[in-house]
């Protein structure tokens, strides 16, 4: 693979392994938690879904539960949530910065050992700046960033991964925290949103672990 001008060689080696570490058919589930504040006004969202990925990719999954402030959503609101994820909106989610078919799109430093610090010019937010961190077998276990959209009256915003090895020889997300603050009218405003995966099992095809997700 073919590395941007000034990047750190050890990128190579982080990307080969992240690619090595991801492939195959796994499902899992999550459990997402969102509070936003702004004065007297606050929202609380929970869902939990079960999913499966494809090298990788989420390629299916299946909303288990889904409250705003306590109360069931629709039906409807629930197909909505889980064709986001299975069809994201052009440029949602994160472009990992150690994925090497996203190397286009980031300019890398090695400031520090076992660390690297990337950038990205792309205004949109699945790009941004910041930086991760990997271990002695090349494994990301770590990245922090500032994306470079935000969402709604946020004016600054952080977002922390942790990575770990969930089964033999497989790599993947278990926790993410997101923070901004704002402004919304005349009130100071900040959102928490925090996600957490589990339950982790491999499949030796799609057709298995569609079902076992849609049968629970």
């Given amino acids: 693979m073919e590395?941007?001008?000034?990047?750190?060689?050890?990128?190579?080696?982080?990307?080969?392994?992240?690619?090595?570490?991801?492939?195959?058919?796994?499902?899992?589930?999550l459990h997402r938690v969102f509070d936003v504040h702004a004065g007297p006004m606050g929202r609380h969202e929970d869902f939990t879904l079960d999913g499966v990925y494809e090298d990788g990719a989420i390629v299916k999954v299946h909303v288990v539960?889904?409250?705003?402030?306590?109360?069931?959503?629709?039906?409807?609101?629930?197909?909505?949530?889980?064709?986001?994820?299975?069809?994201?909106?052009?440029?949602?989610?994160?472009?990992?910065?150690?994925?090497?078919?996203?190397?286009?799109?980031?300019?890398?430093?090695?400031?520090?050992?076992?660390?690297?610090?990337?950038?990205?010019?792309?205004?949109?937010?699945?790009?941004g700046n910041g930086n991760f961190t990997y271990d002695g077998g090349n494994n990301v276990v770590a990245f922090t960033y500032q994306p470079n959209t935000?969402?709604?009256?946020?004016?600054?915003?952080?977002?922390?991964?942790?990575?770990?090895?969930?089964?033999?020889?497989?790599?993947a997300i278990t926790d993410e925290t997101q923070q901004y603050k704002g402004r919304y009218g005349f009130f100071s405003a900040g959102a928490t949103v925090e996600f957490s995966y589990s339950n982790f099992r491999r499949f030796t095809n799609l057709e298995?672990?569609?079902?076992s997700i849609s049968a629970q």
Avoid at 5 to 17: D, K
Avoid at 68 to 95: C, E, M, N, R
Avoid at 150 to 171: C, F, K, M, N
Avoid at 208 to 211: E, G, M, P, R, T
């Fill in 208 to 211: 298995n672990a569609v079902h």
């Fill in 65 to 127: 539960s889904y409250t705003i402030d306590g109360k069931p959503v629709s039906a409807a609101s629930q197909s909505a949530l889980a064709q986001s994820y299975v069809h994201p909106k052009t440029g949602g989610g994160f472009a990992l910065p150690f994925d090497s078919k996203n190397f286009g799109a980031y300019q890398y430093q090695n400031t520090a050992a076992q660390r690297i610090d990337f950038t990205s010019t792309l205004r949109d937010e699945s790009h």
């Fill in 150 to 171: 935000l969402p709604p009256h946020a004016r600054s915003g952080t977002i922390t991964d942790r990575r770990s090895e969930v089964l033999p020889g497989y790599w």
């Fill in 3 to 29: 590395l941007p001008p000034g990047a750190p060689p050890a990128l190579t080696l982080v990307a080969q392994r992240f690619t090595e570490s991801t492939r195959g058919v796994v499902s899992f589930r």
